[in-house]
C-alpha cells in the first residue's frame, strides 16, 4: 500500500502538467468562442426545456418555480398563462421549421381556449401570442378566437378596465393586431386611445434614470411596443419614429438600473423589432447588450446557477424565483437571435 500513494501522487502531478501544456498550446481566443458562448436559438433550447418541466398533466403549467418564503406564486396555476408557452413554441417553430414546436403551440392554446370558453373576459390579454400562432397556421379556429377576445375586450365595462401602464399598452397591442385581421376601426380607434392611457399612466410611475431631459420610467417599453404594432397596423411612420426617437436614450447603457424582467424583456423586444424593422445593426447590438445582461444576470443555468440551475429566467433581481412568463418570452426573443452569440459564463 505504501508504494502506491507515491505512484498516484506523481501520476496527478503528471496529468496536471499535460493538461496545462495541452491548454497553454490553444490560442486564448479558441478556448473562449468554443468553451464559452452559445447562440441565440441554443440557449433559447435550453429555456424552452425548463418550459416543459412546468407542465402539468392536465395541460396547464406550474406559474413558478423556486417559489418559497416571500414569493407570491405559490403553487399557482393560471390557466390563461398557457399563452405564454404558445409563444415560446410558435418562435421555436420559426427559427427551426421543427413541426414539434408547432405542434406543442397547438396543443398548449386549444387547451387554453377550450378553458377561455367558460368566461371571454378572463381571456382578454391572451391574444397577440395566438395571433402569433394564427399567423403559423391559418387555421380559423383561432382566428375565430381573437375576434371574440377582442370583441370581449371592446366591451369591457369600467369597473373591470385596468390603470396599470403594462396592461393598457398590451390591450394596444392587441386590439392592433386585430384591426389588421379584421379591418374593424373600432379596434384600431380603441388601440389608439390605449396607447394614450398607458402613455398618460405611464408619467405617474417611477424614474429609473434620465437623459437629456427625457425621464426612462418603470413599464416605458410597453407603450414603445404599442406604437411598433400600431405602425404594422397603419403604415404610419410617426409610430415608428416615435420608437427611434425612444430608443435614442440609450437603455442599454443603464442596465443595471433594471431588476424586474417586466422592464427588460420588452425593452429587449423593442431594439430587436427596430432591428427586424430597419435593418439598422445598431439596433441589434443593442439588442445583443440587453440580452447578454439577461443571459449573464438571471438565467439560472447549468452554466453559471443563480438559485438552481434549472434553466429558468429569474423573475427579478431580488427574489429567487421564476416564472412561465419570463421564460416562455426570452426563448421566443432568442430564437429571433439565432446568429447572436452570448457569453454563458
Request: net charge negative; hydrophobic share 35%.
Amino acid at each position: 500500500m505504501s508504494t502506491k500513494k507515491p505512484v498516484l501522487a506523481v501520476a496527478a502531478i503528471v496529468i496536471v502538467v499535460a493538461l496545462y501544456f495541452i491548454f497553454s498550446q490553444t490560442p486564448i481566443d479558441k478556448q473562449v468562442t468554443e468553451k464559452t458562448t452559445k447562440s441565440g436559438l441554443e440557449i433559447a433550447k435550453e429555456i424552452y426545456s425548463y418550459i416543459g418541466t412546468q407542465k402539468n398533466k392536465d395541460g396547464f403549467y406550474a406559474y413558478a418555480s423556486n417559489c418559497k418564503g416571500g414569493c407570491p406564486f405559490i403553487d399557482s396555476v393560471f390557466k390563461n398563462a398557457n399563452t405564454w408557452p404558445v409563444y415560446a413554441s410558435v418562435g421555436m417553430y420559426r427559427a427551426t421549421n421543427d413541426s414539434k414546436y408547432l405542434d406543442a403551440a397547438k396543443r398548449d392554446a386549444d387547451t387554453m381556449i377550450a378553458w377561455c370558453a367558460q368566461d371571454s373576459r378572463e381571456c382578454v390579454r391572451v391574444l397577440y401570442q395566438i395571433d402569433a400562432l394564427y399567423s403559423e397556421t391559418g387555421d380559423k379556429k383561432y382566428l375565430d378566437f381573437i375576434n371574440t377576445e377582442t370583441a370581449a375586450l371592446l366591451s369591457l365595462p369600467d369597473e373591470a378596465e385596468t390603470n396599470f401602464t403594462m396592461l393598457i399598452a398590451i390591450d394596444s397591442v392587441e386590439l392592433s393586431d386585430s384591426y389588421i385581421w379584421s379591418g374593424d376601426s373600432k379596434a384600431l380607434d380603441s388601440s389608439i386611445k390605449k396607447l394614450s392611457q398607458a402613455e398618460a399612466l405611464l408619467a405617474n410611475e417611477k424614474t429609473l434614470f434620465e437623459k437629456d431631459g427625457n425621464k426612462y420610467r418603470t413599464f416605458s417599453c410597453w407603450p414603445q411596443l404599442a406604437r411598433l404594432e400600431l405602425f404594422k397596423s397603419t403604415d404610419d411612420s410617426k409610430y415608428l419614429d416615435g420608437v427611434k426617437a425612444f430608443a435614442a436614450n440609450n437603455i442599454p447603457g443603464n442596465l443595471n438600473i433594471f431588476w424586474m424582467m417586466t422592464d427588460l424583456q420588452p425593452c429587449l423586444d423593442v431594439y430587436q423589432s427596430l432591428y427586424e424593422l430597419t435593418g439598422d445593426k445598431s439596433y441589434n447590438a443593442d439588442a445583443e447588450k440587453i440580452a447578454q445582461h439577461i443571459i449573464t444576470k438571471y438565467w439560472d443555468s447549468s452554466y453559471s446557477p443563480k438559485v438552481s440551475g434549472n434553466n429558468a429566467i429569474k423573475s427579478n433581481s431580488d427574489q429567487s424565483f421564476s416564472t412561465i412568463t419570463e421564460a416562455s418570452y426570452m426563448a421566443y426573443m432568442l430564437s429571433r437571435m439565432e446568429g447572436s452569440r452570448f457569453e454563458v459564463r
